[in-house]
Structures are given as C-alpha cells and as structure tokens.
C-alpha cells in the first residue's frame, strides 16, 4: 500500500441471502499495515500521518455524543471542514454478507460528503446498518439508521453538483440531496447500472475500485 493512500471499513448488513464470512482486506496482516481497530467493526489503515485523518480523531474526541444510546445517530452533530491534500488518496470498503465493496472518494468533487463519510466511518455509524431497498438495475441505498429510507444523522449537507460528473456507470457513489423536510445525510446510494437521471440533484462523492462482482447480488 502506498504512503499516500489511507482505508476506511465499515460493516453493513444487507438483505441478501448468501452469506457470507466478511473479513477486510489485508485483515491477516494488519500489523504490518499501521492498522488502527476500533472496538466496533470500524478501523482506517494507512502508513503515515494525515491531517484529514487527525482532525476527524480530534473532533469526534471533542463531542459529547452519548454512543450508548440507542438513537445516537440520528443525533450526530456535522462533520468538521476537512482539508485534503494534493497527492492522498482516500478509499472506503464496506463488508456485507454479500461480499466487500471498495471506492476511491473523490474530494475533488464532493469534499463535504467526503468528509461526512470519513467522520461517519470513524464514529462507527455504518456498522450494523444495512443496504435497506435495491431499485432493480439502478440502485442500492444503505445508511439509513432506522433501516427503512426515513432516518438520517443530526445534520445536513448542501447538494455538491458539478454539469462535469456524471452518473454513467455502475459502482458510482452518491448521495441524495436533502429537501424540505427530507434530510438524507449519512445515507448514500451506489449505482447499479448507468442513472443519468441523477446529475445535476445527487452528489457524486466516489466510484468502485473493487468488488463489482457483489453488485449483481446485493
């Protein structure tokens, strides 16, 4: 792995029928890789110091948010602005009873959805929530904390479009926006199949690198 790029994991569960003995990537040699467990299921791996990485320990540090309670995500507070520099690469992996899902996040397109995914990923919001509705040949949603589409966490994030991305394939990561009353942050869709009909409202935040085979199947 290269100095520049750094991992985040979540577990999430989905509705599938296969199952499957999740493990991470490289969990048999985590060791050697600088990996940093968390008692839950959430962890980041990466072989040196980085600033974005740091001031999102530093921050969840800082709140006062009550993890034993059984509706703390639904009151997590923002995200901290996070500054990523030139030169890092970032990727998420999901374990699900499906198979692992890995995506290289696109600051450059979306740095506030980045930032929320990377804060959400270390507070140990994904873990256990599921990949609650699959629209046939379109998309995946997961993330919601009450698992039916309705709950979010404790804030909102402002749509991040740009007319230059576009949802054109499979393995894409998005996020719907947050209207009126709908508050959709902290939940995220993955694309099965080019949905165009997305530009210009989701905001395009990642893109597969890794684990296309689990798509057909989720």
């Not at 980045?114 to 629209?135: F, K, M, N, P, W």
């Not at 054109?168 to 869709?189: E, H, T």
Request: glycine share 12%.
């Amino acid at each position: 792995m290269s100095a520049s790029n750094w991992f985040l994991f979540a577990l999430l569960l989905t509705g599938c029928s296969r199952e499957s003995q999740a493990q991470y990537p490289g969990s048999d040699n985590a060791q050697s890789r600088g990996t940093q467990q968390r008692s839950d299921n959430s962890r980041v791996e990466g072989n040196e110091a980085d600033a974005a990485i740091q001031a999102c320990r530093a921050y969840i540090k800082s709140l006062s948010l009550d993890r034993s309670d059984t509706g703390w995500r639904t009151k997590a507070p923002g995200p901290p602005e996070l500054s990523f520099r030139g030169g890092r690469t970032y990727y998420w992996s999901i374990a699900t009873n499906c198979g692992e899902m890995t995506f290289k996040l696109l600051p450059d397109n979306a740095p506030r959805h980045v930032a929320s995914l990377l804060y959400l990923t270390l507070l140990g919001y994904y873990d256990g929530l599921q990949i609650h509705r699959i629209e046939s040949g379109l998309l995946a949603r997961g993330g919601c904390p009450l698992g039916n589409g309705r709950g979010s966490s404790g804030f909102r994030l402002p749509a991040e479009t740009s007319p230059q991305t576009t949802h054109d394939r499979a393995g894409l990561l998005s996020a719907a926006p947050s209207a009126g009353k709908r508050n959709n942050s902290g939940q995220f869709v993955i694309t099965l199949d080019a949905v165009t009909q997305l530009d210009g409202q989701y905001s395009l935040f990642g893109a597969m690198v890794a684990g296309s085979n689990v798509l057909p199947v989720l």
